[in-house]
């Protein structure tokens, strides 16, 4: 069993900035495949950025260009860099670790962008 552990939300002005991350457990995180999704309200939960245990990342097109994702693997920790945040950012944010035929998720953490 993988736990995931979210933190950085908060409520954040339009145009600026919040750094997300997620702590696992686990001996093999460098083997995960992690992501970030989001789920506003009413909506289904959408993929916003994918990082392979390679390194390799896919973004949503509404975030590219404005979110960065990243893993420290001697940390055990992925990490959401969000710039240039807009009303529509506004969600729960979940991580997620894949391996293999594995999905855990975390528990979320909300972002909020208003003015």
């Known amino acids: 069993q993988v736990q995931l552990v979210e933190s950085g939300g908060g409520l954040v002005q339009p145009g600026g900035s919040l750094r997300l991350s997620c702590a696992a457990s686990g001996s093999i995180f460098r083997l995960y495949v992690m992501g970030w999704y989001r789920q506003a309200p009413g909506l289904q939960r959408e993929l916003v950025a994918v990082i392979t245990d390679g390194g390799r990342t896919t973004y949503a097109d509404s975030v590219k260009g404005r979110f960065t994702i990243s893993r420290d693997n001697a940390k055990n920790t992925v990490y959401l860099q969000t710039n240039s945040l807009k009303p529509e950012d506004t969600a729960v944010y979940y991580c997620?670790?894949?391996?293999?035929?594995?999905?855990?998720w975390g528990q979320g953490t909300q972002v909020t962008v208003s003015s």
């Open positions: 997620k670790a894949n391996h293999a035929t594995n999905n855990y």
